[in-house]
């Protein structure tokens, strides 16, 4: 069931980046701050525009799946919100460094991953939401692509929920990874590793961070392995 939603989600993330490049074609780098300004108006309607076609198929999809679990009682399924204009222009910003050195072209690499993890925020965030607000629900779990990375792999858990209503999906640019309700009372949680993996960092100290991402990278190696 989530490989469908997998598969739709990448659907989705092709046509936002096949218009970003397209885009991008038309950008005279030879003017850099024009560029830049114009990636910084485009590029959070791109991610606005696709983000809430990826939530509406998430809604859908969660109530399409709970009606086929033969769920009882009536919920539907409720859509998150597009990323911040703010966060995709600040990543677009950031990018956009790249159009002012001998490489520009790496602004585009860049972007490309920004645009695939916002476009699909919502809907990894749909699915989360609806799990905390659906009173039948038990959790959420992460499902990922059999190459998928580790600390996705380690994220996943082999299938188990997350199960507090405060766990975040945590994502990393291109990936691919979905979210998919639970009904089951019975369903594993999550180690309380995944949660603390899980956590933001963009709030963290540089100390913080690094000490978060250090043993973080520890759990990951001792799961995997």
């Known amino acids: 069931m989530a490989t469908d939603l997998r598969s739709t989600n990448a659907d989705i993330t092709s046509?936002?980046?096949?218009?970003?490049?397209?885009?991008?074609?038309?950008?005279?780098?030879?003017?850099?701050?024009?560029?830049?300004?114009?990636?910084?108006?485009?590029?959070?309607?791109?991610?606005?525009?696709?983000?809430?076609?990826?939530?509406?198929?998430?809604?859908?999809?969660?109530?399409?799946?709970?009606?086929?679990?033969?769920?009882?009682?009536?919920?539907?399924?409720?859509?998150?919100?597009?990323?911040?204009?703010?966060?995709?222009?600040?990543?677009?910003?950031?990018?956009?460094?790249?159009?002012?050195?001998?490489?520009?072209?790496?602004?585009?690499?860049?972007?490309?991953?920004?645009?695939q993890k916002y476009v699909l925020e919502p809907s990894r965030n749909t699915i989360v939401r609806s799990v905390a607000r659906d009173p039948k629900a038990t959790g959420w779990a992460r499902h990922t692509r059999a190459d998928g990375c580790d600390f996705c792999r380690f994220l996943a858990q082999r299938g188990a929920v997350y199960k507090e209503a405060t766990a975040r999906f945590a994502s990393h640019d291109d990936c691919n990874c979905a979210s998919a309700p639970s009904w089951d009372p019975d369903a594993p949680e999550v180690d309380v590793k995944a949660y603390v993996a899980s956590r933001r960092t963009s709030t963290m100290s540089p100390a913080e961070r690094d000490e978060h991402n250090a043993r973080a990278r520890d759990w990951i190696n001792a799961y995997i392995t």
């Open 15 to 115: 046509l936002a980046l096949r218009d970003l490049r397209s885009f991008w074609s038309s950008l005279d780098l030879g003017r850099p701050e024009a560029a830049r300004d114009e990636l910084l108006r485009f590029t959070p309607l791109l991610v606005a525009q696709y983000g809430e076609i990826a939530a509406t198929v998430a809604a859908d999809w969660y109530d399409d799946l709970r009606f086929e679990a033969d769920v009882p009682g009536r919920f539907a399924a409720e859509m998150a919100d597009v990323a911040s204009s703010e966060r995709v222009a600040a990543r677009a910003r950031y990018a956009a460094g790249h159009l002012f050195t001998e490489n520009p072209e790496a602004t585009l690499a860049l972007l490309d991953g920004a645009v």
